[in-house]
């Protein structure tokens, strides 16, 4: 079983920046690809950024150029950096994890279901 905790969201003017924190535990031995999601009132939830452990990023058009997504494997964690930010980009942000490998009593046990945070919120005023 994995868990994901979120931090870092808030409320913030036009313009400014926001940084996003997920950190994942249980008995972790690594983590294909984790992520970010985030979700409008009204709206469907919709990828904003993930990050494969061989680094490649890839972003939503909608945030190119503005956010940037980290992780530090080691810690099993995920960042999301948001600047520039605009009041569309309100909305619960949610970490996402895919493609686990933990540590069971019986061996090692590869899941590629969907872990899911609690979510943060973001809001942007104009």
């Known amino acids: 079983q994995v868990q994901l905790v979120e931090s870092g969201g808030g409320l913030v003017q036009a313009g400014e920046s926001l940084r996003l924190s997920c950190a994942a535990s249980?008995?972790?031995?690594?983590?294909?690809?984790m992520g970010w999601y985030r979700q409008a009132p009204g709206k469907q939830r919709e990828r904003v950024a993930a990050?494969?452990?061989?680094?490649?990023?890839n972003y939503a058009d909608s945030v190119k150029g503005r956010f940037t997504i980290s992780r530090d494997i080691a810690k099993n964690t995920v960042y999301l950096q948001m600047n520039s930010l605009k009041p569309e980009d309100t909305a619960v942000y949610y970490c996402n994890a895919v493609g686990t490998t933990t540590q069971t009593t019986s061996g090692r046990l590869t899941q590629h279901r969907d872990y899911w945070g609690q979510g943060t919120q973001v809001t942007v005023s104009s």
């Open positions: 249980g008995s972790i031995f690594s983590i294909n690809t």
């Open positions: 990050i494969t452990t061989g680094g490649s990023p």
